[in-house]
């Protein structure tokens, strides 16, 4: 079974533990990709030069009159909107609410379309856990993490399956992404922050402090692995976000230290002359006004906490690949191993037992020289099956210590 590749599921799993075992490098990771059976192996760094930057775009309370309404409609965001597309924006994250009791339906047009024109726009939503469950909305559909990128038991991981606020304008806009903010039928515990929820089987759903890492490190839903209880990889060399069995973090401490930029206002977008921005900022939209803070779905405190929360987590160097040794090369390696078991059996008892020790013990080194030196990785289950098998067999009441055949010694005795 060893021999022919029909290996059952835990032997797999078993080799790929010892190769994570072997590497005692601190600050790496191994990933195991069964489809080409190769190993990755990454350092954790701290590069974050690669990063999208943040633009605080306030609204206040509109002293001068400049919006249509206070707070701002839909017809306001849309020029918002349009402004910064016009200074060169092309990322934006709205913190407010997005949906309004009275929306003429040519308005609610009009902001998709301002929606539209950026490459990806951020919006916090509530979700909660009812009696009868809705349909995905077209901007959670967008992020959710398929079953397939998950690995680990997401039975921890909240369970939810409808919005708590329905009538949401924008649910089609096309490059809305939405994470939750809220899950009304399960809050996170004190001092944690929850990165996941479950919608049904469908998948899991981001966070927004989650969706917002996602966005400053361009890591797309279809780049993300989640390992349930360890490890958020956001990327092949995005950032690595440490959960616990629930889906929720601690807050870190920031390793890059950013530098304070203005905040920009709303009103003076609309009203001053257009400059542009050449860098690749996210422009961030924060009511605060004594009137127009209300509609805020992150509170100050929060967003500044999940702006930390961008350059706080270590991220994933390029790494190497190791592949898996040709059969034809295990071949030998198992062959030449046989010879040596053999040879340990006709050892007197006391050192049959210290040979067949250190041969299984020598092993590991090996794999660790191997990997290091070919950038190959080999599964030791097949070897240390013979080592032990062979050592097991002199444990037998039946077994006797070969003996040297007599024409030997006295061919030996001739010379």
């Known amino acids: 079974?060893?021999?022919?590749?029909?290996?059952?599921e835990w032997v797999k799993l078993f080799d790929v533990a010892?190769?994570?075992?072997?590497?005692?490098?601190?600050?790496?990771?191994?990933?195991y990709d069964p489809a080409t059976?190769?190993?990755?192996?990454?350092?954790?760094?701290?590069?974050?030069?690669?990063?999208?930057?943040f633009q605080k775009v306030i609204i206040n309370d509109d002293s001068e009159r400049i919006f249509e309404n206070n707070p701002p409609s839909a017809l306001d965001y849309a020029v918002l909107l349009e402004s910064l597309y016009n200074r060169g924006y092309?990322?934006?994250n709205i913190t407010t609410r997005m949906h309004w009791d009275d929306n003429p339906e040519l308005l609610a047009e009009g902001l998709k379309l301002r929606l539209a024109l950026f490459n990806s726009v951020v919006i916090p939503l509530a979700v909660t856990r009812g009696p009868n469950t809705s349909a995905l909305p077209p901007m959670l559909v967008r992020t959710i993490i398929?079953?397939?990128?998950?690995?680990?038991d997401t039975r921890y991981v909240p369970l939810v399956n409808r919005l708590a606020i329905a009538n949401h304008i924008i649910g089609d806009a096309e490059n809305v992404l939405a994470g939750f903010y809220k899950i009304e039928s399960n809050p996170p515990s004190k001092g944690q922050t929850a990165m996941l929820a479950r919608w049904n089987d469908k998948g899991i759903i981001p966070s927004y402090e989650l969706l917002t890492i996602m966005q400053a490190h361009s890591v797309l839903p279809s780049q993300v692995t989640i390992h349930c209880g360890k490890n958020i990889r956001l990327g092949k060399n995005g950032p690595v976000i440490e959960i616990d069995r629930y889906g929720q973090t601690t807050t870190a401490n920031p390793s890059k230290k950013s530098i304070p930029v203005p905040p920009l206002q709303a009103d003076k977008l609309i009203t001053q002359q257009k400059s542009t921005t050449t860098n690749d900022s996210i422009a961030l939209i924060h009511a605060k006004g004594e009137r127009t803070e209300q509609t805020n779905t992150i509170n100050l405190e929060r967003l500044n906490e999940t702006l930390k929360m961008t350059y706080a987590h270590p991220m994933l160097d390029e790494g190497i690949t190791h592949q898996l040794l040709p059969r034809w090369a295990k071949l030998i390696i198992l062959f030449d191993l046989a010879i040596i078991v053999f040879g340990?059996?006709?050892?007197?008892?006391?050192?049959r037992h210290l040979g067949f020790a250190l041969t299984a013990a020598i092993?590991?080194?090996?794999?660790?020289?191997l990997m290091n030196l070919t950038q190959h990785w080999?599964?030791?289950?097949?070897?240390?099956?013979?080592?032990?098998?062979?050592?097991?067999?002199?444990?037998?009441?039946?077994y006797k210590t070969p003996t040297i055949p007599e024409q030997t010694i006295n061919a030996h005795s001739g010379d």
């Open 363 to 369: 092993t590991l080194p090996l794999l660790y020289a």
């Open 1 to 8: 079974m060893l021999f022919w590749g029909h290996k059952i």
């Open 18 to 31: 010892i190769v994570r075992g072997v590497d005692i490098t601190p600050n790496t990771l191994h990933e």
């Open 146 to 152: 398929p079953n397939s990128q998950i690995h680990g």
């Open 344 to 351: 340990l059996t006709s050892l007197s008892q006391r050192y």
């Open 37 to 53: 059976q190769n190993i990755s192996t990454q350092s954790l760094v701290t590069n974050y030069e690669s990063a999208k930057t």
């Open 90 to 92: 092309r990322y934006a």
């Open 378 to 398: 080999m599964a030791l289950s097949s070897p240390l099956a013979i080592v032990l098998t062979g050592w097991l067999m002199t444990f037998t009441k039946n």
